[in-house]
């Protein structure tokens, strides 16, 4: 299982664009990047999810290089409400056997 | 969307005793469900894996006859904690694979979480 690294914590200001880059130097042929986000005392909450290049959602975007070996979570213009912790996941999403471990996961804080 | 019920939210039990967590896949057959805990400040740890029909798969470390897991249908899958003690005090999360639609790739959807005190 590919492992990843995030910075444990990042702070912003609303109205700002926040990038959270992940590492995963391992990551496989079959392997998915997904990211989520978790509300203290909530399950966590499906944002995005890549394989290469670049996707685009209606709350994020997520750039992959070529070689796959980073990420980042792009959250244009944050409000007060995008302040949780954001879960960058790789496994491999094609099997129905896999399973997806977390990581410590980045702790972002949007100020005012 | 994909909607994965929990419940209950909050449990509070006396040592010795047994919760039950249920975990309902709403609107989409989960085969393959994942339990997860979590404590304050910490990310989450994956426990079992549990498959429809099929006995769960454990993670190293966690106990398969303290923590019962059953998934009896493609919607349903239970966590029961035996004899539960204060240092079971956790919250637990399930979730279940399914397709997302965009990708085409798995990904999982979380219950709300269940919040276990054991006093």
């Known amino acids: 299982l590919a492992k990843t690294t995030q910075p444990i914590s990042m702070d912003s200001y609303e109205g700002q664009e926040v990038n959270i880059t992940c590492s995963h130097n391992n990551i496989a042929t079959n392997d998915y990047i997904t990211w989520y986000q978790q509300f203290p005392s909530q399950g966590p909450r499906f944002i995005i999810q890549g394989y290469k290049t670049k996707v685009t959602n209606e709350v994020a975007s997520l750039f992959i290089p070529a070689d796959r070996k980073s990420s980042t979570l792009s959250l244009p213009r944050v409000s007060l409400s995008d302040t949780a912790v954001y879960y960058c996941?790789?496994?491999?999403?094609?099997?129905?056997?896999?399973?997806?471990?977390f990581g410590q996961g980045t702790t972002l804080q949007v100020k005012p | 969307g994909a909607v994965v019920s929990q419940h209950p939210s909050r449990v509070i039990c006396k040592s010795g005793t047994s919760v039950k967590i249920e975990c309902r896949s709403l609107d989409f057959q989960a085969t393959t469900m994942f339990w997860y805990r979590q404590f304050p400040k910490q990310s989450l740890m994956l426990m079992a894996t549990s498959n429809e029909g099929s006995k769960a798969t454990y993670e190293q470390g966690v106990e398969k006859d303290k923590f019962l897991i059953n998934h009896a249908s493609l919607t349903l899958s239970t966590l029961t904690v035996t004899s539960a003690h204060p240092e079971d005090s956790s919250f637990y999360i399930c979730?279940?694979?399914?397709?997302?639609?965009?990708?085409?790739?798995?990904?999982?959807?979380f219950g709300a979480g269940s919040r276990l005190t054991v006093l």
């Open positions: 996941l790789v496994g491999d999403a094609l099997s129905n056997t896999g399973k997806l471990i």
């Open positions: 979730s279940g694979r399914h397709r997302d639609r965009v990708s085409g790739a798995n990904v999982l959807t």
